[in-house]
């Protein structure tokens, strides 16, 4: 079974380009969300290469399970570690870089080298092994569960003992006991005696008599100036607050004045 | 074409999987690069399953997965709580295990 | 007649020869465990065992007077002792004439000793220990001169050092005499390095160190290997008998009570290495050349124990100095060959007797002078201790040869046989012999002189005690008496119809020597020296005083009062020398061994301390060794793999 | 193989007391001491027993037991014992005794630590004498480094910095030799794989190098050997191996010293008896002058150190290099009178040194300190302590009458059989022996009453009780040798008849042969 047909050459020609691209962006892009979007673009071609190959069940799961869940997860825990942290391509380690890429260049020809002195037999192809189950699904079950059964077993484990790892890793045991609602009011009523700016009610929402209630939508205080303290922090480092138009009030000069003023106690508040 | 291809497009994304390992600093990146490289080894798997005629190739995939799998959550929640108590996710701020 | 070694098991009456040695030895024992509980009789006990062993050595000595002279020789087997292949070791004693005397003379000069230090030692709170260090010194005396191998012999030789150590340090809490103790026991020991090598010597030359095969194969083996063994004998009767050069344990030695003074260091123990030569006479008989050097030994400690007995102003020093010269006279005999064994011993037994005496006597005139040791704080002592001026006055006329005095009689043989020799050598040590006697005359009579005669010169004590000079109790007159008994009577007893020779000559062989000079004509030079030595030390010591503080003396004195510079050599070469090579040694097994062990792990520690930096605690250039590691496995690999 | 296993059973008794420590109640921590001593009196009592059951005529191993361990590299565990491990056995389990009574208050407030590793150390020594397997030898003979390193390093003397110096460096040292000779065992392994059928067995190894069937080229034979003799030589220790000793044996309470200068260092001399010279007879032939030449050095230079110290403890270290030298010389001396003089100098060293090392440590506990200077006059307050320290010294110096005199004599008289120059030089030993023992006397024991020392106490009933039975032992050993020598006899001549080498022929056995014709 020497070549492959011409629709499976175009498909790996096609595919392989795009996804040296994908690993060569997942390495040198600077933001992070992009790497994962390069990484998810590779992973998706290997799924038709997978699939190309006979390895249907394979390919589905590369979809369904890598790219749709594992890398999920990724964007979950970037999302939680913050969107903003930017890798900074500069090195620091002295000599890494300049190690690392003569090493590594080595070893992709010697791994190339290897590949094409290797004396590799002639493609058999999976079609005779997946029929004889009835399918590849089929075939693969069979392996799976005779000769592999103990194998599978133990993978069990090894998921189990990994989520039971990953609470414990993340589950933080608090130290003090959580404060009430009464007793967050009376501290900052406290605070407040004791002469510190603090704002009695707590923060306005984001969104409060403004024109829109989306997150990034500063909230109208009472003179009609927006409140920077009410948006996230994340998105005010961003700048990507909404812009607010000043709806056409009486006095509405003087209120420019008053809304910075405003904004800087409430920055304060919230750096508290 | 001959599928051979498949192997030396699985030895250039491991080598790039393993360059990203080597030179970026950010966890989650090299997470990813190590996934990238897993993923290349799959391609070998599946390729040499197929020139084999026999699942055992997709089945060590298979398993493969499974593995990083469970290797993904456990880093990553390793990422967080190093992320939490020192606010930061470069692999080279956690360099306190040395002489 | 020739000696030859073939004895008969010992049945009947001769099987009690064991328990000659058991009695003192048990006596031993039972003090040594008993240890308080038996203060209260202890010395008795000591007593008994000596007196019962001394009994039981009569009872032998008739048993074998009874037998004819070719038929005193038993050999009575106990048991093995050291069971291994090609190499019997047994513990069995051997009984003929030669032992049997000194069985007699152990025990009995012991006995008397003994019940002189009942006396002696009343005040010392460790009497009964005291009294346990005798019994074990007789019985090990008993079984060196008992043995009927010279392992046995060995061990013996070592027990009387061991109870010659306990008991001159037996005032232990004078640094001095245990200094003392221990410098005895160490140049003993050099002396036994010579022995053992000779008895490691014999057991490869005959296969077995007993008696039997090694006296009777001696005349039919190497003459240089029995000259190598004589002369490796001679070396531990050197330690043993303070001959030159191993000397200068004895003077130091006088650090013990007087009664150890008497018994060891003057009767019994230091007499082992004449008893060692006379006893090896088949090897000596082979090797002239190892004789020749016993004769040359035993003159230069006799000239040389006199000189230091001239010199010395400690009564006990005195003596100590006059031993040494007597046992050189011994030693010399010894070297003689056949013409002189009989005489050596019949020397080394009357030696014993006016020896002890003397020394008895020196313990009796300390007793009563707040053990003051000084003869120049003596003077006028003889009209208030009549006794012991008359016994110790007996024993001074036996040393000095006095004719009938038991020392004319074995001295004058000595000497006799000394020219007989023949030769040139013979005359040398011939006159070496006469000069000592000249010597001994005269520093006998200093002694006697300075103790007994002239004014009183007495000091009180550190404690401010004035002496007050009494008589000794009887219990320490009687063994003085008895041993003056002795010193008058011995010689004279053991010529008669030459007694003496006639016993001893089946063992130790006999040849009359052949004087050049007329046998009478030498006793009268020999008594016109001793009356020269007796006139010098009058108009020194008789017609003037001498005085309490001893005057500053010629070089001569000087270097005779510093025992001939012996200690001081010693103290150079080997103290000073020894001290500084553990020094040297042991800076060297600091800084040089040891400093290459702590180098090489100090050498490893530096070097993974340089390494650890490798550790740099950042993930990625780990995995970048990895990987490096990773490649260069592989390209190993492909290499290998061709 | 016997029907009951005495041997195991001798082994394993200490584990009882083990058991019954570690079952003790909280509090009661330190019952273990009695508890201890009974473990270990009760081995005492098996240990006769065995040689009670050991038949002197009989072949040389006996009480042997074997049960598969490793089948895949036939590794057994096996046991037996000749004369010579048997004698070992018996100081072994006599010392124990003697030293968990003398530790009394060694144990610095954890009894139950302390008291367990002795009897593990004790089930570890009578094993390793016992093991006929090569492996199993192996095995305890590295086994025993870690209970002896935890009695030096966390019991002993107060310095903390030193003691653990001490420990690690007698550690480190004596992995370096264990490690030369796991290198030589795993290549004794692979040489004799392919002609025995049971290559780690000592017995079946032993008896195809005397038959031939086993046969090493001259090369490896001298490395092997090598291998085996580095590590026994580190174990001894012989010169220049020595240093871990001093600091060692000075660092640990006296009980360890006593049973690491007793018995650990014997399985060095032990080893080289029975492995070197029976595995490898001609590569021990060919290193026998330099053998000799290091065991001489290590006889006069022991004793001329031990001279120079100025404590206590380091002193008697020193001592035992010098008669480790000599024993070394006994061994490699190719004499049945200088091996089995060798054996029963193992014992009677084993015997005279503890009691030596027992005594220093009461007069250390009693001054707190190991400076010889620090005392003086101890014979006027202390007349027993004093007496005994005599005895066991003079028995030390090898006394007549004392046991250690046979044993060093036969040493230097089978030596002097074949090399007279080594034995001559030996002999020199005796006078320094006499120089070190009684200058340490006398410096400590007599003289005035040093300050430190008047309100010294005497030996009380307890410390009697361990050293007397040493004594009382000295002294019948010195007597009657022949209790020992029974075993020890056929060991040796069986063992020297296994030698391939042609006999030694000696003077004395011309001789004698000459005086049997007659």
């Known amino acids: 079974m020497g070549n492959t047909g011409h629709g499976e050459t175009f498909l790996f020609w096609v595919g392989s380009i795009i996804s040296i691209l994908g690993a060569l962006g997942l390495i040198f892009s600077k933001k992070i969300v992009h790497a994962a979007l390069c990484l998810c673009t590779v992973m998706l071609c290997l799924a038709f290469f997978y699939m190309a190959q006979g390895a249907v069940f394979l390919g589905v799961v590369q979809i369904v399970v890598y790219t749709g869940a594992v890398m999920m997860l990724f964007l979950f825990v970037l999302m939680l570690i913050g969107i903003e942290s930017q890798d900074s391509l500069v090195e620091t380690i002295r000599g890494q870089r300049w190690l690392a890429v003569p090493f590594v260049l080595a070893f992709g020809f010697v791994l190339i080298g290897v590949y094409a002195h290797a004396n590799l037999p002639e493609f058999v192809g999976t079609d005779a092994a997946n029929a004889k189950g009835g399918g590849n699904v089929q075939s693969l079950a069979l392996l799976l569960f005779s000769r592999y059964f103990w194998a599978f077993e133990v993978s069990s484990a090894v998921l189990i003992t990994s989520a039971t790892g990953a609470m414990v890793l993340t589950h933080r ?47 109208l205080l009472p003179d009609g100036s927006p409140s920077e303290a009410s948006v996230n922090a994340t998105l005010r480092g961003r700048d990507t607050v909404r812009g607010f138009r000043p709806l056409p009030l009486p006095g509405a000069r003087r209120n420019g004045a008053a809304v910075a003023s405003r904004g800087d106690a409430g920055n304060e508040e919230v750096s508290q | 074409m001959n599928p051979d291809n498949y192997l030396y497009l699985s030895a250039i994304l491991f080598t790039l999987g393993a360059l990203g390992v080597l030179i970026r600093r950010n966890a989650i990146v090299v997470f990813m690069c190590i996934e990238l490289m897993l993923n290349a080894a799959n391609l070998a798997f599946v390729t040499f399953s197929r020139m084999h ?47 | 007649m020739t000696p030859s070694y073939a004895p008969v098991a010992a049945t009947g009456t001769f099987a009690l020869t064991a328990w000659v040695i058991l009695l003192p030895l048990a006596g031993a024992a039972i003090l040594l465990i008993g240890g308080r509980r038996t203060n209260r009789w202890g010395h008795l006990l000591g007593c ?34 050291i069971p291994v292949p090609g190499f019997t070791a047994d513990v069995g004693f051997h009984l003929d004439q030669l032992s049997i005397v000194f069985v007699l003379l152990i025990t009995g000069v012991g006995s008397l000793i003994h019940i002189y230090s009942v006396a002696y030692m009343e005040h010392d709170e460790n009497r009964r220990k005291f009294f346990c260090y005798l019994n074990l010194f007789l019985a090990a005396m008993l079984v060196l001169v008992l043995a009927d191998n010279y392992l046995l012999l060995y061990a013996g030789w070592e027990g009387v050092g061991l109870a010659s150590y306990l008991l001159i340090g037996f005032w232990q809490h004078k640094p001095s005499a245990a200094v003392a103790a221990k410098k005895a026991f160490i140049v003993n020991r050099v002396g036994d390095v010579g022995l053992s ?225 023949g030769g040139t050598s013979g005359w040398i040590l011939g006159c070496a012999a006469l000069l000592g006697a000249l010597v001994t005359a005269f520093y006998m009579t200093r002694v006697v002189l300075m103790t007994f005669f002239g004014q009183k010169r007495w000091v009180p004590d550190a404690e401010g005690h004035e002496p007050h000079p009494h008589e000794s109790p009887w219990i320490m007159v009687v063994p003085m008496v008895v041993l003056a008994v002795g010193s008058v009577a011995a010689g004279f007893l053991f010529s008669y119809h030459n ?63 510093q025992d001939l510079y012996g200690d001081a050599f010693n103290e150079l070469v080997f103290m000073r020398g020894g001290q500084y090579l553990t020094r040297v040694l042991v800076y060297f097994d600091m800084k040089g061994v040891d400093g290459v062990v702590n180098g090489v792990s100090a050498g490893l520690g530096g070097s993974s301390g340089r390494l650890r930096k490798l550790q740099s605690g950042f993930v990625r250039s780990y995995a970048l060794s990895m990987f490096g590691g990773a490649t260069l496995l592989i390209v190993a690999l492909l290499l290998v793999r061709g | 193989m016997s029907s009951f296993p005495y041997l195991t059973v001798t082994i394993a008794a200490p584990l009882v007391g083990v058991a019954g420590i570690a079952l003790l109640p909280k509090g009661t921590g330190a019952r273990s001491k009695q508890i201890a001593l009974g473990a270990s009196l009760l081995t005492l009592v098996l240990s006769i027993v065995d040689a009670v059951k050991f038949d002197v005529g009989g072949p040389r191993f006996q009480l042997n037991e074997s049960y598969t361990w490793i089948s895949q590299f036939h590794i057994n565990y096996s046991v037996g014992v000749d004369g010579i491990a048997l004698v070992l056995i018996l100081m072994t389990t006599v010392l124990t005794p003697v ?78 030799g264990g490690l030369l000779m796991l290198a030589a065992v795993i290549g004794l392994y ?116 031990a001279i120079g110290q100025t404590d206590m403890k380091r002193l008697i270290a020193y001592t035992s290099i010098s008669h480790f030298g000599l024993i070394t010389l006994g061994v490699f001396a190719w004499t049945a009178r200088g091996q089995v003089g060798a054996s029963l100098y193992m014992v009677n060293h084993g015997l005279a040194t503890g009691a030596l090392f027992l005594l220093a440590g009461f007069m250390i506990r009693r001054r707190g300190s190991a400076e010889i200077e620090a005392y003086g006059g101890v014979q006027k307050v202390a007349p027993l302590l004093a007496g005994t320290f005599l005895l066991a010294g003079l028995s030390s110096l090898a006394l007549p009458g004392m046991s250690p005199f046979v044993s060093e004599f036969l040493v230097l008289v089978g030596t002097f059989e074949k090399y007279p120059v080594a034995a001559i030089i030996g002999v020199t030993s005796i006078v320094l022996a006499a120089v070190y023992i009684l200058w340490l006397y006398q410096r400590t024991m007599t003289g005035p009453v040093a300050e430190s020392v008047s309100n010294f106490k005497d030996l009380n009933r307890r410390e009697l009780a361990a050293v007397v039975p040493l004594l009382a032992l000295i002294l019948v050993l010195g007597f009657a040798p022949g209790i020992l020598t029974k075993y020890i006899n056929p060991a040796v001549t069986q063992s020297t008849t296994q030698i391939t080498v042609a006999p030694p022929h000696t003077v004395a056995d011309a001789a004698r042969a000459a005086g049997s014709q007659r």
């Open chain 4, 99 to 176: 030293v968990i009574l003398a530790s009394w208050h060694d144990d610095k407030d954890r009894p139950r630590p302390f008291f367990s590793l002795l009897l593990v150390l004790e089930v570890m020594m009578v094993g390793v004498f016992a093991a006929t397997d090569v492996f199993l030898f192996y095995v305890l003979f590295e086994g025993l480094l870690i209970p002896a390193y935890f009695l030096i390093g966390s019991y002993g003397r107060s310095g903390e910095q030193k003691r653990s110096y001490a420990a690690v460096k007698f550690l480190l040292y004596n992995l370096l």
């Open chain 3, 48 to 81: 008994a065992a000596a007196i019962g062993s001394f009994v039981l050595g009569a009872v032998l000595f008739f048993a074998l007077l009874a037998k004819p002279g070719a038929q005193r020789s038993y050999d009575q087997h106990v048991y093995t002792w």
């Open chain 1, 173 to 219: 045991e608090r130290t003090v006991p959580r404060k009430s609602q009464r007793e967050i009011s009376i501290e900052r009523f406290e605070r407040w005696g004791k002469g510190e700016k603090v704002s009695l009610t707590g923060l306005p929402n984001p969104g409060v008599y403004a024109q829109h209630n989306a997150v990034d939508t500063p909230a």
């Open chain 2, 53 to 99: 005629g026999a699942l055992d190739g997709q089945v060590i995939a298979f398993f493969t997965m499974v593995v990083a799998a469970a290797e993904v959550v456990v880093g990553l929640a390793i990422i967080i709580s190093v992320f939490r108590t020192r606010r930061s996710a470069s692999v080279d701020d956690a360099n306190l295990l040395k002489y």
């Open chain 4, 190 to 305: 692979v040489v004799a794989e392919r002609s025995v059928a049971d290559p780690f067995s000592f017995q079946a190894l032993a008896n195809a190098v005397s038959s031939g069937t086993l046969h090493f080229s001259t090369g490896v034979e001298r490395w092997l050997f090598l291998g085996f003799f580095i590590a026994f030589a580190v174990k001894a220790p012989l010169w220049p191996f020595h240093t871990w000793l001093p600091d060692a044996a000075s660092e640990a309470t006296p009980g360890t010293a006593v049973l690491l200068v007793g018995v650990l260092d014997k399985i060095g001399t032990f080893g080289m008896l029975r492995f070197c010279l029976e595995l490898f007879p001609n590569a021990s032939h060919w290193f026998t002058p330099a053998v000799l030449v290091l065991a001489v050095i290590s006889t006069v230079y022991g004793a001329l150190l």
């Open chain 3, 197 to 421: 090598i000779a008895v490691m010597l014999m057991y490869t030359t005959f296969g077995s160190f007993a008696f039997g095969p090694v006296l009777n194969g001696a005349s039919s083996a190497k003459v240089g290997t029995m000259t190598a063994i004589g002369l490796l004998l001679l070396l531990g009767a050197c330690g043993k008998s303070a001959q030159f050069p191993l000397q200068s344990w004895l003077l130091d030695a006088m650090e013990g009570p007087t009664p150890v003074s008497a018994l060891i260091h003057a009767a019994t123990m230091v007499t082992a290495g004449v008893y060692l030569i006379v006893r090896s006479n088949a090897i000596f008989d082979v090797s002239p050349n190892a004789r020749l050097v016993v004769t040359i030994i035993g003159a230069i400690t006799l000239m040389f124990g006199a000189i230091i007995g001239c010199a010395k102003d400690d009564i006990k020093k005195a003596l100590a100095g006059s031993t040494m010269s007597q046992i050189g006279y011994m030693i010399l005999a010894a070297g003689l060959g056949p013409i002189g064994y009989v005489f050596a011993i019949m020397h080394l037994i009357t030696h014993g007797f006016f020896k002890a005496g003397l020394f008895l006597g020196a313990g009796s005139v300390m007793h009563g002078m707040n053990d003051d040791v000084n003869m120049r704080h003596y003077g006028a002592l003889r009209k208030f201790m009549p006794w012991t001026y008359v016994t110790f006055g007996l024993g001074y006329l036996a040393i000095i040869g006095v004719p009938p005095f038991s020392g004319y009689w074995s001295k004058d043989k000595i000497i006799e046989a000394a020219f007989a020799q």
């Open chain 3, 499 to 561: 007694a003496f020779v006639n016993w001893l000559s089946p063992v130790t062989g006999f040849s009359e020597g052949h004087s050049p000079i007329n046998t009478a004509v030498l006793q009268v030079v020999t008594l016109v020296v001793v009356a020269l030595g007796i006139g010098y030390a009058y108009l020194g010591y008789g017609l003037q005083q001498a005085p309490s503080t001893p005057p500053l003396g010629s070089f001569a004195t000087r270097a005779a009062r």
